[in-house]
């Protein structure tokens, strides 16, 4: 892997984007790497909580390398944009395993977006969000036009993009685009924390959780049936065994 850096520790996977030198902008080959590591992270029992950052002090991801798609036609375009959402941001997104982005700088274009694939995102105070791809003559294309409106409403979503303007990270916390604000020191820290908060509970519920929330913003699927089946699924399985049986016993259940 030339583009990131992976560490485990206490079955906590930090992944890092590792290009500095380009804000670890998004070219074709990171988006592999990042999609690759997920998918080993997802089937790696060593690996209960993911958490994606950027190198440096400066930038998460700055969005998708300019450089690379700037003599682009409409059909590589739309390539760009259909790969990149099926093999990383989709992916990222319908992880079974909770994936924490941690934001410490420039979190643009493609870089806000794959935060917002994330299933929720910590920012360190010099952050700085936006998507300003309309000031590049092109419009988000991994999936922000649909979960920055999720995220924030539709009109602050739609501000966001017209403008192609960046807000700081109180800003973010207000909009309820990040969960938490810290000091660039605190950031993995917090992340952590709130992974061990996690790693407390039944992995095989909370992937049935994600499905189940996921499922309600799909067309045409029916959140509260997928919430039934997954409520019922988690019947059958030994989480749930374990989970009821030791606060039936007085002690903490061991998943
Ligand atoms: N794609 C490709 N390269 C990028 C990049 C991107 N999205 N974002 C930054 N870089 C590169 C710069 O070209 C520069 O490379 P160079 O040193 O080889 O010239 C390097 O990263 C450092 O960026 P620079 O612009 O010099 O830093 P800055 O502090 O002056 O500005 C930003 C920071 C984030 C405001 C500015 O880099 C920027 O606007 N980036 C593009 C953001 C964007 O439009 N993203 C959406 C893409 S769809």
Known sequence: MNNILIETTDRIQTITINRPSKLNALN??????????????ESDSAVRVIVLTGSGEKAFVAGADIAEFADFTVEQGKELAAHGQEILFDKVENCSKPVIAAINGFALGGGLELAMAAHFRI???????????????VIPGY???????????KGRAMEMIMTAGMIDANTAQSYGLVNHVTTQEE?????YKIAGKIMRNSPVAIGAAIDAVNAGFVDGIDGYQAEIDCFGASFGTSDFEEGTTAFLEKRKASF
């Not at 990042?34 to 998918?39: D, E, G, P, T, V």
């Not at 950031?187 to 992340?191: E, N």
């Open 123 to 137: 920012a360190s105070d010099n952050a700085r969000m936006g998507l300003p791809e309309v000031s590049l003559g």
């Open 28 to 41: 074709k080959e990171t988006i592999l790497e990042l999609s690759n590591a997920i998918n080993a992270a």
């Open 187 to 191: 950031l993995l820290p917090t992340c």
């Open 143 to 153: 999936g922000g036009t649909q979960r920055l409106p999720q995220l924030v409403g």
